[in-house]
């Protein structure tokens, strides 16, 4: 590299040039070297900030395959070789054009100034630099502007500065630091970056004629560039190869020169994992990592790109629903580690996304509920409700049929709704918002005062990130999982590379610290092992899901596997999310933009994603043959598959249910004996009617029922409901509905307070205050009573 004095015409740039030279050859040197064992002592602040400066960041999977290499600022590339990595005959190139004599100076060269002054003061011009390769890397490290660096006292401090690198560095040291700092141009720093931008290589990769090409660039790239201009930089490595006496023919270093654009245009940096890589590099500590070296990720490539292949294959095919995108997830239930990520199916076409609307939530919902005394057997109403008070709420099923009668077993396998919203009001939604938090979903915050019991249905937004997480909890046995995403994490003595100390989660969108205020602990206990293992079996039940899914579903897997799938309530949102006992996976479909998907594609499509997913990683490593832990802390009866109660010889069909040690049903009393009627709860009894079903009408204990009898059907008699404190008084309320054959006015009063007086069905709203409460229905001569209580 020339002198940053002379320009590439030779011309010199100042007048004091030549007696600079000489008067630092002559007078100079010789006290620079009788001082340089002082400057051993020195601080030198500025080199010890180069020294830190950063690289670009080369970012890899599990197996070290690179997935992207970060620009700095301003989109330069720096990136690092060790010296002994470099191809000998690149470093000779670049050494022996520079500084011949690198190796036997402290820094200065006093024979190439003394010989550069006299070449200038005979022939008028520079014919050869004095700058040692220690001397340009001193302008690197303790750059100065153009005024200061001119003249004798530049070139004092330069060479100062030069001294000082020199008693602090070795020679090998100093040689890696200029070979990976110079200035190519094209925001490209370092003989790595430069082989790269100007042909489309490696430096291992590269010629001897690319190594003369690469040598002129720094001197002016503008000028020198062989993409820009292969003749000019042509000659100058010419006359280069014939000063240095290499035996590389011209004819060589032209065609190289010529094809520096084709291979520069053609040459394709990675670029992968676009979303993910974008999440993870702000919690990436650099100072953990050692100038140059890669950051190693969770991440397994082929994994990853049979997402990509899956997702943009089924949206490609489900463009006439106005689906445009999809997001996929795939993590490993053991390790936490995310092995797949995609966060859009073409990160050029829009911008990440990944919000899905969180139908998922009823397998919490249901595993809160079995906690607090459900069992797989508990029989829900799926018929025509309404929820709320001043906004009352009627929720339908996708396929806009109800079932009446259903065990948990069945709502939850077949997705169904009406069941989902009585439950969470028998719940609460305080208590099931608490739930969801602890399983980390923190973008609820703020949203569930405005969804109500809406919550059970996903009319809150969440990220398929915490979806997945949430998800894996069942697999686990019912303990949080903490993502991994750096794979040195092991080796970091329990701090990833990530800067993330054990004991929390490097929470990826949703959780970093200091945003949201929550830290999640690893293997936290939020759910019993028993709930766990009972939603595991209920949501990997084929036969459970037929009601809602058929006997052909796209989820019935050769081998154990748990499935969850839905829809938005306004249809711009189809998911499925997977697991095994080894993995969970998540996809996501539909559009950015929040439109409305055309038709009913239904969640087939991301279900097919996942069940493919799935598969391919069962199928690799063997754990297809895996099972789920075994339920803890349960025993099997048979019970009435229409009642739930343990099945008794009048019971028409029958099936085999898990109940936690300790709980057995009471007998079924819906099926009175052979041939007779079956008698539904009055909550039922209209549902039946509509249908033509012979059917006992009345309240328990009454096999033929006198006329006119009066039934309050809801709320079920010993009914716990829970006050939310996040939502106010007047938006909380109790539906009461009373029946009667009758046409005689029905009048309903709650705690002897008059609430309201018609015709049956009478439907009454009543405000949810805390404490025990009678309701009582009056009609003629009849009265019905049921109790609750609201906590």
Not at 134 to 140: D, H, N, P, S
Not at 397 to 419: Q, Y
Not at 655 to 660: D, L, T
Request: with cysteine.
């Amino acid at each position: 590299m020339s002198d940053r004095n002379s320009s590439p015409t030779g011309r010199p740039r100042g007048p004091l040039f030549g007696a600079g030279y000489l008067a630092v050859g002559f007078l100079a040197a010789p006290a620079l070297l009788l001082s340089g064992w002082l400057l051993l002592h020195l601080p030198y602040p500025a080199l010890d900030a180069f020294l830190a400066s950063p690289y670009s960041l080369e970012i890899q999977d599990r197996k070290g395959i690179p997935l992207q290499v970060l620009t700095l600022d301003q989109g330069m590339r720096r990136e690092y070789a060790p010296l002994s990595s470099l191809p000998p005959f690149l470093v000779d190139t670049f050494l022996r054009s520079e500084d011949a004599r690198f190796y036997l100076h402290p820094g200065v060269d006093p024979a190439s100034m003394i010989r550069a002054a006299f070449q200038y003061v005979v022939s008028g011009s520079i014919l050869s630099g004095a700058s040692t390769v220690t001397m340009q890397l001193a302008r690197m490290v303790s750059p100065a502007d153009s005024a200061s660096a001119a003249g004798i006292g530049g070139k004092l401090r330069e060479a100062l500065n030069a001294m000082r690198i020199e008693a602090h560095l070795s020679k090998r040291r100093i040689l890696e630091l200029w070979l990976n700092s110079i200035p190519f141009g094209a925001n490209a720093r370092g003989v790595v970056s430069a082989a790269k931008t100007y042909f489309g290589a490696g430096p291992r990769e590269i010629s001897p004629a690319d190594a003369l090409l690469l040598a002129v660039i720094p001197r002016s790239p503008e000028l020198y560039s062989p993409v820009d201009h292969p003749d000019a930089a042509a000659k100058a490595a010419e006359k280069l190869a014939e000063r240095l006496k290499m035996s590389v023919a011209p004819s060589q270093i032209e065609r190289e020169a010529r094809s520096s654009a084709g291979r520069a245009a053609s040459y394709r940096r990675p670029f992968e994992l676009p979303h993910f890589i974008a999440e993870i590099t702000p919690l990436i500590s650099a100072s953990r990592l050692a100038a140059g070296t890669p950051f190693r990720t969770t991440i397994d490539l082929e994994t990853q790109h049979a997402l990509e292949a899956s997702l943009t294959a089924r949206v490609a095919g489900a463009a006439a629903n106005r689906i445009t995108n999809g997001a996929g997830l795939v993590v490993d239930n053991r390790s936490g580690e995310i092995l797949a990520w995609a966060g859009s199916t073409d990160f050029f076409d829009t911008v990440h996304s990944g919000q899905v609307d969180g139908v998922l939530i009823k397998p919490y919902l249901y595993a809160l509920a079995l906690e607090k005394g459900f069992t797989p057997a508990t029989v829900l109403p799926d018929i025509p409700t309404q929820f709320g008070s001043s906004e009352v709420y009627i929720p339908e099923n996708f396929n806009r049929r109800f079932n009446g009668p259903v065990r948990l077993r069945t709502a939850l396998a077949s997705s169904l709704n009406v069941p989902a919203v009585y439950t969470l009001q028998r719940i609460g939604v305080a208590n099931f918002e608490t739930k969801l938090r602890a399983l980390g979903f923190v973008s609820l915050e703020g949203q569930t005062r405005n969804v109500g019991s809406g919550l059970a249905l996903g009319n809150a937004e969440v990220t398929l990130y915490e979806l997945v997480r949430a998800f894996s909890v069942f697999p686990r046995d019912g303990r949080t999982l903490t993502y991994r995403w750096s794979a040195d994490y092991a080796r970091t003595g329990g701090v990833d590379s990530g800067g993330t100390a054990a004991g929390t989660s490097p929470d990826i969108l949703t959780g970093r610290a200091g945003e949201t205020g929550v830290a999640l602990s690893p293997d936290r206990q939020v759910f019993t092992p028993t709930a766990a293992g009972l939603i595991r079996d209920i949501l990997s039940d084929q036969v459970g899901r037929v009601t809602g899914f058929g006997t052909r579903s796209v989820l019935n897997t050769p081998y154990q596997a748990m499935f969850k799938t839905g829809t938005s309530n306004q249809f711009n949102n189809i998911w499925a999310v997977g697991a095994t006992a080894r993995y969970t996976v998540g996809a996501w479909m539909g559009n950015f933009s929040g439109s409305t998907v055309i038709g009913k594609p239904g969640s087939s499509l991301p279900a097919a994603v996942v069940v493919e997913m799935l598969s391919l990683l069962s199928r690799g490593d063997g754990s297809a043959r895996e099972q789920f832990p075994p339920i803890r802390g349960v025993h099997r009866v048979e019970i009435c598959a229409l009642s739930g109660g343990r099945a008794t010889s009048s019971c028409t069909a029958t099936v085999s249910e898990y109940f936690p040690d300790g709980v057995d049903p009471p007998p079924c009393t819906w099926h009175r004996g052979p041939g007779l009627p079956v008698w539904y709860p009055p909550i039922f009894q209209r549902w039946a009617e509509r249908r033509d079903y012979n059917f006992l009408p009345g309240t328990p204990g009454s096999a033929t029922p006198a006329a006119g009898m009066l039934a309050l059907v809801h709320p079920p008699d010993g009914s716990v409901f829970y006050y939310d404190p996040t939502a106010g008084a007047d938006e909380q309320a109790i539906r009461v509905e009373a029946i009667s054959p009758s046409d005689l006015p029905i009048s309903v009063s709650v705690n002897g307070a008059f609430m309201a007086e018609g015709e049956s069905p009478l439907q009454v709203m009543v405000p949810l205050h805390r404490g025990a409460f009678t309701v009582t229905g009056v009609q003629g001569d009849n009265r019905a009573t049921v109790r609750y209580t609201v906590r």
